[in-house]
């Protein structure tokens, strides 16, 4: 089986999500500024390393995110490769799942996107960024995997 890559509306929501990160630490920098009460070089050097440090998170971080996050369902497990600077796989066996959610925040509704948090006795592994349709089929599709692992009961919700 081949890992499945996202949409063009989650390469958008990372865009987006990556922005409004970067003016966040604009005006972090600019609180320290005027908190530490800095001056002439020192002030230029703050705002300058903050202003290059957000501009290459809003135009890379959003492409890398992008290109290195991937899923895969199989007969028997959930896989989620993603990071940035840190790749992290993550497996969750079908026979752990306890509970399925879908779930989508404010900007999640507003790209069309949603999540699937997949949760187990020991943690949660979240699908992010899928379409919305392919959030609801997924989740579905989990669920009835776990049905048939279980034996056909109706634990998982």
Known sequence: MEYKSLSKKARQLMGI???LESLLLL???LVAVVAANLYGAAKIAVM???AAVAVLWAVFFP???FKRYKYLITEDRVEI???VLF???TV???NRIHQINVVRGPLDSTFGVAKVSVITAGS????RFLEEDEAQELALHLNERVRNKLGGGDNVQ
Not at 124 to 127: E, K
């Open 48 to 50: 300058a390393g903050g």
């Open 124 to 127: 949660t592994a979240v699908l």
């Open 27 to 29: 005006v972090a920098c």
């Open 81 to 83: 490769v993603c990071g």
């Open 92 to 94: 969750v066996p079908i």
């Open 87 to 89: 790749v992290s796989r």
């Open 17 to 19: 999500t990556a922005l």
């Open 63 to 65: 492409m890398l995110r």
